[in-house]
C-alpha cells in the first residue's frame, strides 16, 4: 500500500489535529499537580459544564471502552443487565469487557440499521422482579451508530421517555456524538442533556485527538462514587492535564463541530462519487462519516492492495469506508476512481 494515500479504515486511524497538538505543547511547562488536581482539568470541566449543562459532571479516561464500562459500572449492580441493539459496540467490539469487568449481561436485539426503538426496548424489558432473572437497568444505544446511522432528536427523547419510564436509565455511547451532532445540526446539549440522556461516552479520539474519551455524568447521583470506580478500573490518568488540554481544545471555537463537519461532508462526496457505480451497492443510509456498501470480492481485494479499510460483513461482501477529520476531497476522489477501476 502506497504510504502517501491515507485509507478508509477508520476515523481511529487519522492524525492529531493541529490545534490538540498545540494544546499539548502549551501544557507542556512546568511542573502540574498530577490525578486531576491542576487547573487545566478544572478549566475543561467547566468547558464540559458549557456543552452539557451545569449540573453535568465529567471524567476523562483513556479509551472508549474503558467509558462505556465505567459507564455500566456506575449504573448496574451486579444482577442488572444493560438492553442494547445486538450490532452495538458494546456487544461486537468490547471484548466481552461489559461482562468481565461491569460484570453485567447484555440483552441484545436485532435492530434495522443498529438504532433501538421504545418497542424494542419494551421487548427486553421483562421478569421484572423475578429473582431467577437479571433485572433491566440500563438502555444503551450508539450515537453515531455502529451502522453509520443517526437517532434525530426526537427519537433519542422517545427512547429516553421510554425508559424512564420503565425506571431505566439511558446511556449513550457516543464515540462519533460530534458527527450525530453535526449531521443533525444541533449541539452537544441537543442530543444528550436536553435529550433526557442519563450517561455518555463522549468521544475524541476518532475526532481528532491524540488519546482521550470522556464520561459526562448527567443524572443527579450517578457521579457519587465514580473517582473511585474510574481509578479502580486502571483509568486514573497521572498527567491528566495532557487528556484535560486536547478536550478543551476541542470544545474550544467548534474544533469538535469543523472536524465532524468535514469527516461528514466527505462521507456524503464518497457515496455520491460511487453510488451509481455499476457493482457498487450503498446498504446503508449515510448519515455521519462513515459508507457502507456491496461490491465483488475481486474488487474489494484489489482496492485493499491500495486502501486500508475493513470487510464489514464478509457473507454478504459488505465493506465499510470510514472518513475523518483529515480525509480531503483529494482522498475522496482518488479513492472513488479507484473503486470504478477495480470494478472494470
Not at 477508520?10 to 498545540?22: K, Q, R
Not at 466481552?96 to 424489558?125: D, F, N, Q, Y
Not at 425508559?163 to 436509565?169: E, F, I, T, Y
Request: charged share 20%; glycine share 8%; net charge negative.
Amino acid at each position: 500500500m502506497s504510504g502517501a494515500r491515507r485509507g478508509f479504515a477508520s476515523d481511529n486511524a487519522a492524525t492529531i489535529h493541529p490545534e490538540v497538538l498545540a494544546a499539548i505543547a502549551a501544557a507542556n511547562t512546568g511542573h502540574a499537580r498530577g490525578y486531576g488536581e491542576d487547573p487545566f482539568t478544572e478549566a475543561v470541566e467547566r468547558r464540559f459544564a458549557e456543552h452539557f449543562g451545569a449540573h453535568a459532571r465529567t471524567f476523562l479516561v483513556f479509551n472508549g471502552t474503558a467509558a462505556n464500562v465505567l459507564c455500566l459500572r456506575a449504573a448496574c449492580r451486579p444482577w442488572e443487565a444493560v438492553i442494547c441493539a445486538e450490532t452495538a459496540h458494546l456487544n461486537v467490539d468490547e471484548c466481552g469487557a461489559p461482562e468481565a469487568i461491569a460484570g453485567v449481561k447484555l440483552l441484545t436485539v436485532p435492530s434495522e440499521h443498529g438504532k433501538l426503538t421504545p418497542e424494542l426496548v419494551t421487548r427486553l424489558h421483562s421478569r421484572v422482579g423475578d429473582e431467577h432473572a437479571v433485572q433491566p437497568r440500563l438502555v444503551s444505544i450508539s450515537q453515531c451508530t455502529e451502522l453509520g446511522t443517526v437517532y434525530t432528536v426526537a427519537e433519542l427523547r422517545a427512547l429516553a421517555q421510554t425508559a424512564h419510564d420503565h425506571g431505566l436509565l439511558l446511556h449513550l455511547d457516543g464515540a462519533r456524538l460530534g458527527n450525530a451532532a453535526a449531521a443533525l445540526g444541533v449541539s452537544l446539549r441537543a442530543v444528550t442533556t436536553d435529550a433526557g440522556v442519563d450517561l455518555v461516552s463522549f468521544g475524541g479520539t476518532k475526532n481528532g485527538l491524540l488519546a482521550g474519551e470522556a464520561v459526562v455524568v448527567l443524572a443527579p447521583g450517578l457521579a457519587d462514587g465514580f473517582p473511585y470506580l474510574r481509578k479502580q478500573s486502571l483509568q486514573l490518568a497521572s498527567k491528566m492535564r495532557f487528556l484535560a488540554v486536547q478536550f478543551d481544545a476541542l470544545l474550544r471555537d467548534d474544533l469538535w463541530l469543523r472536524c465532524a463537519r468535514q469527516a461528514n461532508a466527505m462521507a456524503s462526496r464518497l457515496a455520491d462519487a460511487v453510488g451509481d457505480t455499476p457493482g457498487v451497492t450503498i446498504t446503508r443510509p449515510v448519515q455521519a462519516n462513515a459508507v457502507f456498501a456491496t461490491l465483488a470480492v475481486e474488487a474489494t481485494r484489489r482496492l485493499q492492495d491500495q486502501f486500508a479499510f475493513y470487510v464489514w460483513d464478509e457473507s454478504r461482501g459488505e465493506v465499510r469506508w470510514m472518513c475523518a477529520w483529515d480525509t480531503t476531497e483529494e482522498d475522496v476522489d482518488a479513492f472513488a476512481a479507484a473503486v470504478t477501476a477495480a470494478l472494470r
